[in-house]
């Protein structure tokens, strides 16, 4: 079946870096759009990042310049590289897949970030 597992998350610094992964299986990977949200407590889920199948990659707004993601067609998963981190960046983050018609969720991982 499918499977989105993510990993990487846990406590950090203001100003440290932090590396989230999402492995996938079950599934063809190298068709689907990848994308990172986040949801912090009281908040709606919102899109952190995207990578398509092709390799473009887009950001919200807020984490332009401090997040990259990336992808590894051959191992089937994907990248949060998270630089600079603010306390605002507290959230649990969710790993997605989609395309048209179709779309998978991880479970999640905690990140929070505070001295």
């Known amino acids: 079946q499918v499977q989105l597992v993510e990993s990487g998350g846990g406590l950090v610094q203001p100003g440290g870096s932090l590396r989230l992964s999402c492995a996938t299986s079950?599934?063809?990977?190298?068709?689907?759009?990848m994308a990172w949200y986040r949801q912090a407590p009281g908040n709606q889920r919102e899109l952190v990042a995207t990578?398509?199948?092709?390799?473009?990659?887009n950001y919200a707004d807020s984490v332009k310049g401090r997040f990259t993601i990336s992808r590894d067609n051959a191992k089937k998963s994907v990248y949060l590289q998270m630089n600079s981190l603010k306390p605002e960046d507290t959230a649990v983050y969710y790993c997605?897949?989609?395309?048209?018609?179709?779309?998978?969720w991880g479970q999640g991982t905690q990140v929070s970030v505070s001295s």
């Open positions: 990578i398509t199948s092709g390799g473009s990659t």
């Open positions: 079950g599934y063809i990977f190298r068709i689907y759009t």
């Open positions: 997605n897949s989609h395309r048209p018609g179709l779309e998978y």
